[in-house]
């Protein structure tokens, strides 16, 4: 059979590979703190038909070049791009956004710990504050019913006030997560993500302070997809898409020439 079709075939899973995380960051382009993606690939490996430096002749003359042929192409990650979004005002005292470095840190049920940049917060039944899933905010923070004014500054301390006092009480500290390698979390959905061995241990520090981005009450983070990129780049990725049926089509017309040869 002819390496081509194999060939192309790799080039139209790679570019299918394309088209999906292309379509997953439109999908998401009104997801709160959402990161576009990019797909990443490496050629495959190389079949030798004359090495490179060999001797070809009795007299130690040697190839200067060789001939080597690639065998396609395949994916080699799907990454992050950690860039800042832009920041909507919500007006909600509880909305957050962070605004450089970090995550906020929440508790699962499992009691294993997740990390996101989706600041939509609310307060549970019990006055602690949650997130859109009712997963408390780690380290956790409660509020009493008469609490009023609620504030949260840059630097993450919450704030508030009760009817009739005017001395603002504290009400906890809001820590973000940082980590050495960030597209090596791991995402699980619902816009949280999970540590791993690649992603590092969460290094936890207090908004504003240094490697730590600062947070902005009122707020939320808007996704980081831009629509016109990922047009562009749904256009180039479908018609490298046909451009490797058409070498597969021309292929098939070669080998339906060889077999009708008499």
């Known amino acids: 059979m002819m390496r081509s079709l194999d060939i192309a075939g790799t080039g139209m899973q790679a570019q299918t590979t394309n088209v999906d995380t292309i379509a997953n960051n439109i999908a998401n382009m009104t997801t709160t703190g959402y990161k576009r993606r990019r797909a990443e690939f490496q050629d495959l490996i190389y079949q030798d038909l004359r090495r490179a430096g060999t001797m070809s002749s009795d007299t130690g003359d040697l190839v200067p070049a060789g001939a080597q042929l690639g065998l396609g192409v395949r994916t080699a990650g799907i990454y992050r791009i950690n860039e ?11 909305d957050m956004a962070i605004e450089g470095r970090g995550y906020f840190r ?18 549970s039944q ?21 609490a009023e004014n609620i504030t949260v500054d840059q630097s993450g301390q919450v704030q508030y006030t009760i009817s009739g006092q005017t001395t603002a009480q504290v009400a906890g500290q809001i820590q973000l997560a940082t980590f050495q390698n960030e597209n090596g979390l791991a995402a699980m959905g619902q ?39 990922e047009i562009t780049n749904l256009i180039t990725a479908q018609r490298a898409y046909e451009m490797n049926s058409k070498v597969i089509t021309a292929s098939d017309q070669m080998l339906q020439t060889l077999t009708g040869l008499k």
């Open 126 to 146: 019990d006055g602690t504050i949650v997130s859109a899933d009712g997963y408390p905010l780690s380290p956790n923070i409660s509020l009493p019913n008469n």
């Open 84 to 94: 800042q979004g832009t920041l909507d005002q919500t007006g909600n005292s509880l």
């Open 191 to 229: 816009n949280l993500f999970t540590e791993t061995t690649s992603s590092g241990t969460a290094n936890l520090g207090t908004p504003q302070s240094v490697g730590y981005g600062s947070l902005r009450q009122g707020f939320v983070e808007e996704s980081s997809v831009n629509v016109v990129t």
């Open 106 to 123: 929440v508790t699962l049920p499992s009691g294993e710990y997740a990390y996101t940049r989706d600041g939509t917060f609310s307060l």
